[in-house]
Nanobody, 126 residues
Framework: QVQLVESGGGLVQAGGSLRLSCAAS????????MGWFRQAPRKEREFVAA????????YYADSVKGRFTISRHNAKNTVYLQMNSLKPEDTAVYFC???????????????????WGQGTQVTVSS
């Protein structure tokens, strides 16, 4: 069982930066695939980024590639999402997710992940 708690959201102007954190409980955090998703009002939850347990493999949505960076610190049971050059269209609730499995073709889908945090709001003003 894994519990996830996100933090670091807030209000930022376009072009600014934020770093989200996701703290995980559970002794086997280092073996989980971790992902970030986001959901804007009246839209589906969408994939943002994912990272394998060894941190040697990362995945990004095209919309954030080159601007966002996912990383993890297994000793701290924490995964991060560094968001730079933020745009108003990045405004959403951001969710952290965890999966005990590995399938590189499925990391983009919400159904791949067994555990979810409550989310943290990110608002980017123009």
């Amino acid at each position: 069982q894994v519990q996830l708690v996100e933090s670091g959201g807030g209000l930022v102007q376009a072009g600014g930066s934020l770093r989200l954190s996701c703290a995980a409980s559970g002794r086997t955090f280092s073996s989980y695939v971790m992902g970030w998703f986001r959901q804007a009002p009246r839209k589906e939850r969408e994939f943002v980024a994912a990272i394998r347990w060894s941190a040697d493999t990362t995945y990004y949505a095209d919309s954030v590639k080159g601007r966002f960076t996912i990383s993890r610190h297994n000793a701290k049971n924490t995964v991060y999402l560094q968001m730079n050059s933020l745009k108003p269209e990045d405004t959403a609730v951001y969710f952290c997710a965890a999966s005990p499995f590995w399938d590189s073709s499925r990391v983009y889908y919400t159904t791949f992940y067994d555990y979810w945090g409550q989310g943290t709001q990110v608002t980017v003003s123009s």
